[in-house]
């Protein structure tokens, strides 16, 4: 099996979008301030979260992707356009606004051990004036779309109404639409193409306490039924993924894998879901491809997108074999 079909799709990526920054050193003694550790600075660096990071990912595998979202006027919002501009994304959908300041994640690391993380952000809903700009930016492309991906962070950027303007307009032009949820506005999402959560999230959405791969799919086909979705796929961690789809159910284990970090791997996992997804792949097909996805890019330290042969070669080894 190849992924020449992912090739130059179009998709419109909207969600919540952040730097990712990383500071790394060497704890070697205590603080005698307090009971902390002194990390010794060895490199500092940043890199694209969020639904920049689903972009990479898109790119990476070979599609063109387009993000529209709010971020701050602020440095570090100048700082993500560099950085979207730096790795060959397009910026004209992104919003800038003195009302919110844009999201970082601070992660601070001994070695390759994470000590500590620090959020910068504000999780209010947008402006109406944010919501004008940013559906005015989202229409603009809509026309020359083949994917759109939501990505939801809980940073107040897919807001309700926002979700169901876009599945509205998605809907009216057949684009098929898959959404990476959060718990704020889970049942929002009425109608879309493929709904993505992870167990936690399709636990605290559905009040429920479900941990056997029965239980979890008695849980996918309740929601299913709610949401009106054509596809329903949980990740699972270290249990893998379960997919549902016209009535066809299949759970995907788990491969064995050195996991190093597991930050930006549902951003992996949705990205080659919603190419699949677009290209009409089978459904076990598309599981099959984001479960091994999101376990490579876990192998990395840091937010990394996907590599496009390494991917391919290992499906073909683990699902060929």
Do not use: W
């Not at 504000?122 to 004008?132: I, R």
């Not at 099959?288 to 290992?314: F, Q, R, T, Y």
């Amino acid at each position: 099996m190849g992924l020449d079909g992912f090739n130059g799709l179009k998709a419109l990526v909207v969600g919540d979008v952040m730097i990712d920054a990383y500071t790394k050193g060497v704890v070697e003694r205590m603080s005698p301030e307090a009971p902390v550790p002194i990390v010794n600075l060895k490199e500092r660096f940043d890199r694209l979260g969020g639904a920049t990071n689903v972009a990479l990912n898109l790119k990476a595998l070979g599609a063109v992707p387009f993000v529209c979202s709010v971020i701050g006027n602020d440095t570090s919002g100048e700082r993500l356009l560099q950085l979207m501009t730096d790795h060959g994304l397009d910026t004209a959908g992104m919003i800038q606004s003195s009302q919110r300041m844009t999201t970082v994640k601070q992660r601070v690391f001994n070695g390759d051990k994470q000590l500590l993380r620090i959020d910068e952000e504000d999780t209010f809903d947008l402006t109406e004036e944010e919501h004008a700009s940013l559906i005015h930016a989202f229409e603009s492309r809509l026309g020359d779309c083949d994917v759109i991906i939501l990505q939801d962070y809980n940073k107040g950027v897919l807001t309700d109404r926002l979700i169901k303007s876009i599945i509205a307009l998605a809907n009216e032009r057949n684009i098929p639409v898959a959404v990476d949820p959060k718990k704020k506005n889970f049942f929002a999402y009425q109608g879309v193409t493929l709904f993505k959560p992870n167990a936690k999230e399709l636990r605290d959405g559905l009040g429920v306490h479900a941990e056997t791969i029965d239980e979890l799919k008695q849980a996918a086909i309740d929601l299913q039924k709610r949401l009106h979705c054509k596809y329903l796929m949980v990740t699972l961690s270290e249990q893998g993924v379960i997919i549902l789809n016209d009535g066809d159910f299949y759970h995907i284990p788990a491969h064995p894998r050195h996991i190093l970090d597991v930050s930006g791997a549902g951003d992996t996992v949705l990205s080659v879901a919603a190419l699949s997804m677009a290209i009409k792949k089978d459904t076990k097909t598309i599981a099959e491809l984001s479960n091994i996805a999101g376990g490579l890019v876990c192998e990395a330290v840091g937010v990394v997108p996907i590599d496009k042969d390494k991917l391919l070669k290992e499906y073909n080894r683990i699902c060929h074999e």
